[in-house]
């Protein structure tokens, strides 16, 4: 077990431990699912080892592909770009709520504030300035686009998300400071409005999206660290996003 200095933050001070440590990032390449429309991820090669006696590449790609941070300004007219999360903001404890079970029957469930409350049940009260992660497994269709997606145009996608008034309890009630999932969006698929990415932007929330290896997480105790890449005028960015486990 390890046990590294940590400073004080919105939500813990002190030390942290843990024994495992836990990649939720998918690796970039070429191949991952897209929102429609968006950018293809490409890479060119601009030095090579035999002629320039290194390898380097160049990569391009949208600001919301793979494993990813919104930020207020992807869909709040005039709203911060990536300055709006500090480090300290990045490190913050995170809950598992998991409905693979529903999301299996219900490839556009929405979690409801009935889930929070059973989660809570089972477990404890949801802490403050926590992560709220939502487990759906659909992580396992990454590997297929379409699939994971539920369709290749923005009127077809279809994957589960939070309900609106699920994710208000959680970053009004229960004082959550942002959700994630391991689907392309914090909201099911099929809601056009992009309603709860919206109203978590508006409040500053920190929203993550494409998550993956959830299921290894337990349901409360994971420490994540969020790496930022701080794309001047961002609207989002790609992020490596490390869970320490005790």
Same mark, same amino acid.
């Given at each position: 077990m390890a046990t590294q200095p940590q400073n004080d933050g919105p939500v813990f001070g002190g030390s942290i431990s843990y024994s495992r440590v836990i990649d939720l990032s998918w690796p970039v390449s070429q191949e991952i699912p897209r929102w429609p429309g968006d950018p293809d991820v490409q890479f060119e090669t601009v030095a090579q080892q035999e002629s320039d006696g290194y390898f380097l590449r160049r990569f391009a790609m949208g600001e919301h592909s793979g494993t990813h941070l919104s930020a207020p300004s992807s869909l709040i007219p005039g709203g911060a770009g990536h300055g709006a999360f500090s480090p300290t903001d990045l490190v913050r404890p995170a809950i598992v709520i998991d409905v693979t079970a529903q999301a299996e029957k219900d490839s556009d469930y929405a979690l409801t504030m009935n889930d929070v409350l059973d989660w809570e049940s089972?477990?404890?009260?949801?802490?403050?300035?926590?992560?709220?992660?939502?487990?759906?497994?659909?992580?396992?269709?990454?590997?297929?686009?379409?699939?994971?997606?539920?369709?290749?145009?923005?009127?077809? @996608?279809?994957?589960?998300?939070?309900? %609106? !008034?699920?994710?208000?309890?959680? &970053? #009004?009630?229960?004082?959550?400071?942002? $959700?994630?999932?391991?689907?392309?969006?914090?909201?099911?698929?099929?809601?056009?409005? @992009?309603?709860?990415?919206?109203?978590? %932007? !508006?409040?500053?929330?920190?929203? &993550? #999206?494409?998550?993956?290896?959830?299921? $290894?997480?337990?349901?409360?105790?994971?420490?994540?660290?969020?790496?930022?890449?701080? @794309?001047?005028?961002?609207?989002?960015?790609?992020?490596?996003?490390?869970?320490?486990?005790?």
């Open positions: 089972g477990h404890r009260p949801i802490p403050q300035g926590c992560l709220a992660l939502l487990r759906t497994g659909w992580q396992h269709r990454w590997a297929d686009p379409k699939r994971y997606l539920g369709g290749e145009s923005a009127e077809q @996608l279809h994957f589960p998300g939070f309900g %609106l !008034e699920a994710a208000r309890m959680l &970053l #009004e009630s229960r004082n959550a400071a942002g $959700l994630g999932t391991d689907t392309a969006g914090a909201e099911p698929g099929n809601d056009k409005g @992009l309603t709860v990415s919206r109203y978590a %932007l !508006e409040r500053h929330a920190i929203v &993550l #999206e494409n998550l993956t290896n959830l299921d $290894l997480l337990p349901p409360s105790g994971a420490l994540l660290v969020i790496g930022l890449l701080r @794309l001047e005028g961002g609207s989002g960015g790609p992020v490596a996003v490390t869970a320490l486990v005790p």
